[in-house]
T-cell receptor, first 114, second 112 residues
């Protein structure tokens, strides 16, 4: 298994600003994932972040809006840029377990944009 | 595009009941399927992972089955307890790289 922490746990931000969310894992992992959970909706994959390469974004998500960094095998950041109220969601990072396809999730960051 | 549907959306049962949660998916070309529980403020916890070649997996009071050809999975919870109250999510991997497509979940309430 993997233990994942995220910072901040929640934040309230003003429209037009940006927020960077941090994700820290207690072990080295190859692949990290960022998901969004809008109110009342299921989780949607934003992008896959591999260390040493550009993140791979899913349809409907772009790098200018959600830039991602992956400086090493235990850490990643997701920035939500130029925020609008529609960005109010829970943002979660996850990793794939070593030697298995099981996924482990962080506790999430609850973002409210006013 | 893969779509995952979970029925029912919400379920309320008295303690001790056995219950079944359903998950269906439109694209049967999956590598695996996972069941998670989501507790408020605590993220997701992986419960069971079923590889595409498997028919079921068991962990304690939980049993998950997979019928890939019909695009269905069920999560069976035996002798439910108030601590089982949570939202249960089903997710499928079509990529082989753990990029998951989630259902909206079933919100379960087990009353004492």
């Amino acid at each position: 298994s993997a233990v994942i922490s995220q910072k901040p746990s929640r934040d309230i931000c003003q429209r037009g600003t940006s927020l960077t969310i941090q994700c820290q894992v207690d072990s080295q992992v190859t692949m990290m994932f960022w998901y969004r959970q809008q109110p009342g909706q299921s989780l949607t994959l934003i992008a896959t972040a591999n260390q040493g390469s550009e993140a791979t974004y899913e349809s409907g998500f772009v790098i200018d809006k959600f830039p991602i960094s992956r400086p090493n095998l235990t850490f990643s950041t997701l920035t939500v840029s130029n925020m609008s109220p529609e960005d109010s969601s829970i943002y979660l990072c996850s990793v794939m377990g070593q030697g298995s396809y099981e996924q482990y999730f962080g506790p999430g960051t609850r973002l409210t944009v006013t | 595009k893969q779509e995952v549907t979970q029925i029912p959306a919400a379920l309320s049962v008295p303690e001790g009941e056995n219950l079944v949660l359903n998950c269906s998916f439109t694209d049967s070309a999956i590598y695996n399927l996972q069941w998670f529980r989501q507790d408020p403020g605590k993220g997701l916890t992986s419960l069971l992972l079923i590889q595409s070649s498997q028919r079921e997996q068991t962990s304690g009071r939980l049993n998950a089955s997979l019928d890939k050809s019909s695009g269905r999975s069920t999560l069976y919870i035996a002798a439910s307890q108030p601590g089982d109250s949570a939202t249960y999510l089903c997710a499928v991997d079509n990529s082989g790289y753990s990029t998951l497509t989630f259902g909206k979940g079933t919100m379960l309430l087990v009353s004492p």
